[in-house]
């Protein structure tokens, strides 16, 4: 195992993700890592020297056998396999993008079909038979890459799609009668109970129409966005109360983040209970670099939208050892916009609230309408009994 392998990043890569399979903590065992990776299907789609492949594969069989009881992270694993002498340096945003980009194609449930061994050349009788078999094995593997990029390309235009909104499915019967159930449950009975807090009969009675949500039911659904979208994180209902109180006031909220880096997530979402009599949402969106405003009732949130970009500068000077937030002027305040969803009485504002933070996890712009707010109230509670959100 001596020398250094100059492999691609694409193959340390998959080196990692072998590290990942076996992993039970921070460390996994070399050897079992090293036994994966011997297994793995597929190193015959990365474009891989056949000499520093055999190497590549003696190293892991070594390592096999001689490290039965050495722990290592991912990235001791890699360096322990290329034997690597440069320092370790963090992940870059390119690698994190990527093991982004790799969930999402796993999401689509798509299993990839079995990939047969690289050909290799047959036996060289002479230097002109030579030539030709590599040309033919150079020409079998640009066919093989040709085919592996196309589905890659069919699976880019999958994700492209847009999301299908199953909120706005009908019930079927039976979810229909769980609902009415859990809405005439007597009011000390819980009907749900998650995220270290219960939902009882009481809140549930607050589904029918023309009652107004509880934060109860607000910070549960909000808990399941969570559950359902990683890259997505969100406030309970108190946080802007909590923030803005008689003034700003940053350290009132300060550990409320201490276990999560909002700075990797997608968008933060923020339900605002507006003087206990309204509900409204604020939205974080950190790719876009833009906080935006929904009022049901179409008012433009100044207040909320400055409090929270001042927020935001605050936790990345926290978060990030003092350094300012990059690029704060380019950062765009958007109250309600004139294609908000509107409501059409005093009490559906929590609904409205709920279900366009619901499509901004899709990544959709909200399109729902008064007219759907009686379903989608039931279609609330139901994710709520079942735990699980229909997106």
Not at 17 to 35: F, M, N, P
Not at 277 to 286: E, F, I, K
Request: proline share 6%.
């Amino acid at each position: 195992m001596e020398g250094d392998l100059r492999v691609p990043t694409s193959v340390e890569w998959l080196l990692g993700e072998c590290w990942k399979t076996r992993q039970s903590g921070a460390r996994a065992l070399v050897h079992l890592a090293a036994t994966e990776a011997l297994e793995y299907p597929l190193w015959h789609t990365e474009d891989v020297p056949g000499v520093v492949l055999e190497r590549l594969k003696e190293r892991l069989r070594v390592l096999t056998r001689v490290e039965l009881s050495r722990q290592c992270d991912r990235d001791e694993f890699v360096a322990l396999v290329t034997k690597k002498t440069e320092p370790r340096r963090p992940r870059s945003a390119f690698d994190r993008e990527f093991d982004e980009y790799k969930r999402k194609l796993d999401a689509l449930s798509f299993e990839l079909e079995s990939v047969a061994p690289p050909p290799t050349p047959p036996p060289v009788v002479s230097r002109r038979n030579e030539v030709r078999s590599i040309r033919r094995w150079e020409l079998k593997q640009k066919e093989r890459g040709k085919r592996h990029e196309e589905r890659l390309q069919r699976l880019r235009r999958d994700l492209a799609k847009p999301a299908r909104v199953k909120c706005l499915e009908p019930l079927t019967d039976a979810q229909a009668r769980r609902v009415r159930a859990a809405m005439s449950a007597p009011p000390t009975a819980v009907v749900a109970e998650g995220f270290n807090q219960q939902v009882l009969g009481e809140h549930a009675e607050r589904i029918r129409d023309g009652e107004w949500l509880v934060d109860e039911l607000i910070n549960y659904y909000f808990n399941l966005l969570m559950q359902t979208f990683d890259d997505v994180y969100c406030m309970n209902s108190f946080f802007m109360t909590k923030l803005l109180g008689t003034s700003y006031n940053y350290q009132g909220v300060r550990r409320w983040t201490k276990r999560v880096d909002l700075f990797e997530k997608r968008a933060v979402l923020v339900p605002i209970n507006v003087g206990n009599m309204h509900w409204t949402l604020l939205v974080v969106d950190m790719l876009k670099k833009e906080i935006r405003y929904f009022d049901s009732m179409g008012a433009a949130g100044t207040t909320y939208l400055h409090a929270m970009r001042k927020y935001v500068e605050d936790e990345h000077e926290n978060k990030k050892d003092g350094a300012p937030l990059p690029d704060a002027p380019a950062w765009k305040l958007v109250p309600t916009t004139p294609n908000t969803p509107r409501q059409a009485n005093g009490y559906d504002c929590g609904v409205f609230a709920t279900f366009c933070a619901h499509y901004y996890a899709l990544g959709l712009e909200p399109d729902f309408s008064q007219a759907d707010i009686e379903h989608l109230r039931h279609r609330m509670l139901l994710s709520i009994l079942d735990a699980e959100l229909l997106v």
